[in-house]
């Protein structure tokens, strides 16, 4: 099978996914329903349109997003192990955003993701401070992100502690969950989503050719400073506003661009829309099988990611011992 018909397959797995997420939840309703809902709306139709449709497109959005964000990151970082929340970046966005949730409830929702981007450049550039210091492997990489994101995660767990009122909201949101969102949230990851899709295209084969080396790249007229501020902007950006659309659904980021590569090989122009067609697929059956396990009761989709995702990154962690 050719990579263009591998990522066409992938394009009807994911609408596939995404429609059957529609059947999953406590309201059982009949297919042929669903589909007269899914073209007219009244009063009925409230479970699909107001409900079930927005969070399938948020999921598509958010998984797209952090698939995205992580191909950019290991690619620029040349680092198997980087991912936006093992590097720190979702943590921040995190922080960032339960302080608004916590210290400041009433505020409009439209403030959240550029609080959350504020979040995620500030994680970014701790880490960059620390490893620039440091010199560090890939495997001391990932570590430096791990303690930079319990840093971060303590500051979280202070702020409610310190603020009980308002544990209840800024749990549900930690968790990694879709759960009460609905089309307001829409604009702001779609917005980021489409402006920094076309970037991520423009730097696909720059990326590979930063994977020659500095020198390499920099005779073959690419400046590499260049790219990775924009790859690392745009990847920061990307993990953040998801982050303040859905919490912290871990290691998306991690999971899809390994498996983009497993199935395409290490050629960006296919890595980039396949990590983000990924990323989506994970979040949108996360999503589902959340809804779906035990109706009426919901478990967080950031849960189900986890218990996929830590054994994978251990495996990691043992494989690229060495670098």
Known sequence: MSLTAKLMALLTLLMVSSFATLFAGAAQIPFG???????????TDFVIHQYRLPRMVLAIGVGAGLGLSGVLVQGVIRN??????????????????????????????????????????????LIAVLAYWSKP???????????????????????????????NTAMVWLTGSLWGRNWQQVPYIWFILLLLLPLAFWLAWRLDVMGLGDESATTLGVAPKKIQIWALIAAVLLA????????????????????????????????????????????????????????????????????????????????????
């Open 137 to 167: 492997t890939a495997a001391r990489l990932a570590l430096i992100g791990i303690a930079v994101s319990a840093f971060l995660a303590s500051g979280i767990d202070f702020l409610l502690i310190v603020n009980p009122v308002e544990i």
């Open 33 to 43: 329903q669903v589909i007269d809902h899914l073209f007219a709306f009244s009063n």
């Open 240 to 323: 953040s506003v998801s982050v303040s659309v859905a919490g912290t659904i871990s290691f998306v980021g991690l999971l899809a661009p390994h498996l983009a590569r497993l199935l395409f090989g290490h050629n960006h122009k296919f890595l980039v829309p396949s990590a983000a067609i990924l990323g989506a697929l994970l979040v949108v059956c996360a999503d589902g099988l959340a809804r779906g396990i035990q109706p009426p009761i919901e478990l967080p989709a950031g849960v189900l990611t986890s218990v996929i995702g830590a054994p994978y990154f251990i495996f990691l962690l043992y494989r690229y011992r060495g670098w």
């Open 80 to 125: 198997p192990l980087a991912s936006p929340d093992l590097m720190g970046i979702s943590a921040g966005a995190g922080l960032a955003a339960t302080t608004c949730l916590v210290l400041f409830p009433n505020a409009p929702v439209s403030l959240l993701p550029f609080v959350a981007m504020f979040g995620g450049l500030f994680a970014a550039g």
